[in-house]
């Protein structure tokens, strides 16, 4: 049985800075492509970055580039979300989600949830003003 289990959520003020981290059991993750969503209160879950089986390739959302840095060990069977200069607006449910293949796809289609076979519970982020 696949779980993600995501980590490092909390409290931070504006201009803070946390790293989320993904870890896997049941698969291993050095096969797959990786993404990271998000879910603010009232709105629909978004594509935050996603990133190759190898690290070699990431995407982002334009809303955090610049500012996030997606990332794996994969000898941890673990992937990273460094988030840096964190605003109020990055306050939502982060979710980490394992694609079922190692090379990402044109962004359009690494955006769509329903690309993605597994998913995490979710780690709260909240950033106060």
């Known amino acids: 049985q696949v779980q993600l289990v995501e980590s490092g959520g909390g409290l931070v003020q504006a201009g803070g800075s946390l790293r989320l981290s993904c870890a896997a059991s049941?698969?291993?993750?050095?096969?797959?492509?990786m993404g990271w969503f998000r879910q603010a209160p009232g709105k629909e879950r978004e594509f935050v970055a996603a990133?190759?089986?190898?690290?070699?390739?990431?995407y982002y959302a334009d809303s955090v580039k610049g500012r996030f840095t997606i990332s794996r060990d994969n000898a941890k069977n673990t992937v990273y979300l460094q988030m840096n200069s964190l605003k109020p607006e990055d306050t939502a449910v982060y979710y980490c989600?394992?694609?079922?293949?190692?090379?990402?796809?044109?962004?359009?289609?690494?955006?769509?949830?329903?690309?993605?076979?597994?998913w995490g519970q979710g780690t709260q982020v909240t950033v106060s003003s």
């Open positions: 990133i190759s089986w190898n690290g070699g390739t990431t």
């Open positions: 049941g698969r291993t993750l050095s096969r797959y492509a």
């Open positions: 989600a394992s694609y079922p293949y190692p090379a990402l796809q044109t962004i359009v289609t690494m955006r769509g949830l329903r690309e993605y076979e597994y």
